[in-house]
């Protein structure tokens, strides 16, 4: 598997099971981070944590829909999401013992993560090739 095509290229597309796999070593690495970022700097350490992974969670799921035949940007959906939960909270702005933006943004972010896993992580992609590329199984339309 080419990781630097996966975490840093948005043309063209990939299976199912290359996104599960960059979608799971994203999530380890940014716990991971995260903790320790937060461990030495506090709360920004999120806000860096989530920077960090922006940009290779959004080209695993740009590539994936493509796959599925829609424009890579709806890959932007969830880490745009996730970055500006972790600004939020970090500027004190969502608090969890306040409840009200807190659980809006978490019933948002809860629906677009089930869209997410249904449509990329559950349905095949487009069969044959689409305007983003050649199928990534070698399928013939």
């Known amino acids: 598997m080419d990781f630097g095509y996966l975490f840093t290229a948005t043309a063209g597309r990939i299976n199912r099971a290359k996104w599960w796999a960059g979608v ?10 995260s903790y320790i970022l937060a461990q030495i700097i506090g709360t920004v350490g999120w806000v860096i944590s989530a920077l960090v992974i922006f940009y290779p969670y959004y080209a695993v799921g740009a590539k994936r829909f493509q796959d599925r035949g829609r424009p890579g940007s709806l890959g932007l959906i969830l880490p745009v999401l996730g970055l500006l939960y972790n600004l939020l909270f970090a ?10 933006l807190y659980y809006l943004f978490g019933l948002l972010t809860l629906a677009v993560v089930i869209w997410y896993f249904v449509d990329l992580g559950c349905l095949k992609g487009a069969s044959g ?3 983003y590329g050649a199928d990534p199984l070698g399928v013939a339309a």
């Open 24 to 33: 799971i070593i994203i999530g380890i690495a940014n716990v991971i981070l």
């Open 91 to 100: 500027a004190g702005v969502i608090n969890p013992a306040e409840g009200g």
């Open 129 to 131: 090739a689409n305007e």
